[in-house]
């Protein structure tokens, strides 16, 4: 491997330690995986809640602060963190108007949050939980029953994140969330596989001159595995798998073209650029877009598209203030 870490074992605790002296602001248990809110608990708001396995940075912790997440629970690489994590975390920010868990459809991560909401029960914190299964390309995959989660969390967070820093209740905050999740779809394609660092090896193959259609972002199998082509191409597999799924034409919407951990940012944009002459030679129009890895896979090369058709609700929340490590405006 060459990796820029140290002892393969402990790249989670590692990475933790850098994030807690990067944003001094944010409260970090390293040991414990766990990163929440410097202002938590707040009184009287809903706080949010969510995290997954480790390697798709800046999600979640990255996405921890003022109009976002309370707290993110970190697992191990490409593993789901556990009911404890994630009862600690819950219990870390109640602010007494309960706690929305926003989880990626994965077997274990439903599970975990699952049994860590019915613990919060029995601390007599009220708990919603929304399910984000954004993914076209595949029902089910190595990892989960159904559609995967993907790319949408970003957006569930960022808008119900709003939502909650307005005041709204939970039902209100975790109807939000759901809304989002039922307007949004993605699909990735993946140019090069990722190594977990405990492993040591890549998570699949790629032949030279191939790549995968429809990848998740833990390297599982996608739809198909194709002839490498062009990002015109690419861009054009993605968004017509979306538009199969959920139509676009005369929809405003938001999107999201991320970057997979190993893309350069030039690549990023040529994808985007593909991405937005598709979308208004379908009828669609962009109303807010964002480029940028915020949904990685490791080192992984490649792009996945995501889009949210907006209303004008979700677009005045979209544009809320947000102040966190990865994501930041005050429009």
Known sequence: M???INDPENVVADALRGLAAAH???RVDPENGTVVRADAPRAGRVALVSGGGSGHEPLHAGFVGRGMLDAACCGQVFTSPVPDQIIAATMAVN???GVLHIVKNYTGDVLNFRMAA???EDEEIEVASVIVND?????DSLFT???RGTGATLFVEKIAGALAEEGADLASVASIAREVNERSRSFGVALSPCTVPAAGEPTF???DGEMELGIGIHGEPGRERVPLADADAIVDASLSAIDADMPLSGS???VLVNGMGGTPLMEQYIAYAAAARWLEGHGATVVRPLVGPYVTSLEMAGCMISVCRLTPDLTRLWDAPVDTPALRWDR
Do not use: F, I
Request: net charge negative.
């Open 2 to 4: 060459r990796k820029l």
């Open 24 to 26: 001094p602001s944010l």
């Open 95 to 97: 602010g007494g108007a």
């Open 118 to 120: 019915e613990l919060a």
């Open 135 to 139: 993914d076209v390309a595949v029902e």
């Open 145 to 147: 029953a159904g559609r």
């Open 205 to 207: 193959q790629l032949e």
């Open 252 to 254: 405003e919407v938001l």
